[in-house]
């Protein structure tokens, strides 16, 4: 059973001919009206966005990995055993290589981001899931070409892994 089918109750396949029976041609139809139909259809926003995405790499519009904006986005994540707040301290501590970043804070978020020198941003995401564990994800965002994006998420899979190793 695909993620399509199990989330939605449809594979992409069938969303693609039941988009193109209502709007046209799915090369011809937008993102956003591609996601607005699929919330029209009783699916949630994030669902939509993946199968607008999905529809988008299938018709070749885009590639795996690259955003609507035409640049890439290399992603990561690792949960870690602790105090979701410790980690972030430490975390903090650990990426102080990096001085131009910014942290900020929301209830239940933790937020660290950075420049990177040619031009693309990280931000590391910190949240507690379940008491005692926390999931760090890393998104490395504008960057130029898909061999980049490959490159930084090795990268960031080894800043996590390096990280956890330390906690």
């Known amino acids: 059973m695909s993620k399509f089918l199990k989330a939605t109750g449809r594979e992409l396949t069938e969303w693609r001919a039941l988009l193109e029976d209502h709007l046209g041609s799915a090369s011809e139809v937008p993102h956003q009206e ?83 020198p040619d031009g693309s941003k990280v931000v590391v995401t910190c949240q507690s899931r379940t008491p005692g564990k926390v999931t760090f994800a890393v998104n490395h965002d504008g960057l130029a070409d898909n061999v980049s994006r490959e490159t930084m998420k090795t990268f960031r899979r080894e800043k996590l892994a390096e990280f956890a190793a330390g906690c």
């Open 34 to 116: 591609m996601a607005r139909f699929v919330v029209s259809q009783g699916v949630s926003d994030w669902w939509a966005q993946s199968l607008a995405v999905a529809l988008e790499q299938e018709i070749g519009r885009r590639v795996v990995g690259q955003t609507c904006a035409g640049t890439f986005s290399a992603n990561a994540s690792k949960t870690i055993a602790g105090d979701w707040l410790a980690l972030f301290d430490a975390w903090c501590s650990f990426a102080l290589q990096w001085p131009e970043a910014s942290t900020s804070a929301t209830e239940k978020w933790r937020y660290w981001r950075t420049p990177w």
